[in-house]
């Protein structure tokens, strides 16, 4: 029975109020295993730059409440939770991955992910089992709405660039014209035109999934082995039409010289090409197994122990699990000397910029005022112990308005090496890298992965801002990138050996 009803005898009554009560713990242990992760939904659903997420979001919801009360599903929180199998694999499953993604890699939009799969499993005990496998697309639709745009930007975007731009060339050298060099095709495409997201290489790998999902949610397709095939032939033909609107645009542009034809056609290349991505996938998807529309098996059986298993299980889970990073205010700050050379004075971040490092794990987050042999501008070094508070520094001129024309690596000496940026519409450049006690580098992507191989280790980000351009390459400036260099890296071996 699922409502508490005075006119049941006592002991029914009775039976009924303990089981409501194990079903309000468990709701209660489970969200307490996933308590961490409230601050970033809370900035999902609430900060500006994630404005598209939450209205494909208010869209999803809209659907999947639509799609319930038509087919009058219901899920029946007072009810005796029922031993069905694949809701419970999927709870513990996703709590299981949820704990190995919090303690090894420590990716927020993962967790979240794991934590929406595992609710979804949880909610499956008090669903029919026929309901609840018809419904596993939206549980998957939703996890598609996370930001995983960024994500997947931020780990695959550089290297998909760099993969692009030198099949384009290959086929340029082969076609004759030798000229035209990885880092010319970059510039080219970053220079036209801001990159929309249907039309961007990798951030199309999340807005096609989404597509793929909500298509086999609304066609009633199976989810199974085809369609992940399906799934690998999409992302096959995003990437070839990614290949074909760069190959485009740096024909018109660095070979033809057709500027003006190359940003007309920008946009709608992507578009289209995205477009006949999809259509390729929807074709596919229609010849994929519907959904049997039969209600075999209606309910699993009830079992009373259930509850209070799982309550144990979340709870010992709740207990164990360690984040990837803890809090910063309990680290050292890191106090930076400079050389007088140097020339420096403090000029601090403003408040809602150092609360939003510290807030990702920073143990310091520092800006500084500098001239140096007739060269002006300031220096932020953010320390940190995790690379999530850490970032790729274009990211940020791009918020600011300026967006990155060119990004080069440079040569320091012998000792390491810098990323340069050159900023649009502006007489500004920049420069940054990364750097901890034992090595220095440029790529984020490896700044990242370093964390998984000496975890713990303290690195800094140090990114600079020209107030004008620079030669980089200069004497001037080969030796003051040397001596900020040094000068962190003092500052480093200190702290690893105190």
Not at 491 to 497: G, I, P, R, V
Request: charged share 15%.
């Amino acid at each position: 029975m699922s409502i508490i009803q005075a006119n049941q005898p006592i002991e029914t009554r009775t039976q009924q109020i303990v089981d409501l009560a194990c079903n309000v713990v468990l709701v209660g242990v489970w969200a307490w295993l996933y308590k961490r992760l409230l601050g970033y939904v809370s900035v999902i659903m609430f900060r500006s730059d994630f404005r598209l997420n939450q209205l494909l979001l208010i869209m999803v919801v809209l659907l999947a409440g639509w799609h319930f009360r038509k087919r009058g599903a219901r899920v029946n929180l007072t009810a005796v939770p029922t031993l069905h199998i694949q809701a419970i694999t999927m709870t513990l499953g996703g709590a299981i991955a949820y704990m190995l993604c919090e303690k090894y890699i420590g990716i927020n939009t993962l967790s979240t992910s794991f934590m929406i799969l595992g609710s979804y499993g949880l909610i499956g005990l008090w669903m029919s089992p026929h309901t609840w496998r018809k419904s596993l697309p939206v549980a998957f639709l939703i996890v598609c709405v996370l930001p995983f745009g960024t994500m997947l930007q931020t780990f695959l975007g550089y290297p998909m660039r760099i993969i692009t731009a030198d099949i384009v060339q290959t086929m340029l050298v082969q076609m004759g014209i030798p000229t035209i060099t990885t880092s010319t095709i970059l510039v080219t495409v970053n220079g036209i035109a801001n990159i929309d997201l249907p039309c961007s290489g990798v951030q199309s790998i999340w807005t096609g999934t989404m597509f793929l999902m909500a298509a086999t949610w609304l066609e009633k397709r199976k989810l199974n082995l085809k369609w992940i095939g399906i799934w690998l032939v999409l992302m096959v033909l995003l990437f070839i039409a990614n290949f074909t609107r760069v190959f485009t645009l740096t024909i018109l542009g660095a070979v033809w010289n057709w500027w003006e034809i190359a940003e007309i056609v920008h946009v709608p290349l992507g578009v289209c090409g995205f477009v006949f991505a999809c259509g390729g996938a929807l074709f596919l998807l229609r010849k994929q197994a519907r959904l049997d529309g039969t209600k075999s098996g209606a309910m699993a059986r009830p079992v009373r122990w259930l509850a209070p298993l799982l309550i144990g299980i979340v709870a010992l889970m709740a207990i164990t699990h360690k984040p990837f990073y803890q809090p910063a205010s309990a680290l050292q700050p890191i106090s930076w000397v400079y050389p007088a050379a140097f020339n420096v004075t403090a000029d601090p971040l403003e408040p809602n910029q150092y609360e939003l490092l510290m807030r990702d794990g920073a143990d310091s987050a520092d800006r500084y005022r500098f001239s140096w042999r007739g060269q002006t501008g300031s220096i932020i070094l953010v320390g940190s112990h995790t690379w999530r508070a850490h970032h790729l520094p274009e990211r940020c001129f791009e918020v600011a308005g300026h967006k990155p024309l060119a990004i080069e690596p440079i040569m320091v000496g012998d000792a390491f090496s810098l990323r340069t940026l050159t900023l649009m519409d502006t007489d500004q450049t920049a420069a940054f890298w990364f750097q901890s006690a034992a090595q220095t580098t440029n790529d984020y992507t490896q700044r990242i992965w370093a964390d998984f191989v000496q975890p713990r280790d303290n690195w800094v980000l140090v990114s600079i801002l020209f107030d004008g351009n620079v030669d980089h390459e200069s004497a001037d400036m080969q030796a003051f990138y040397e001596q900020l260099h040094e000068t962190v890296g003092n500052q480093l071996k200190l702290m690893a050996n105190s």
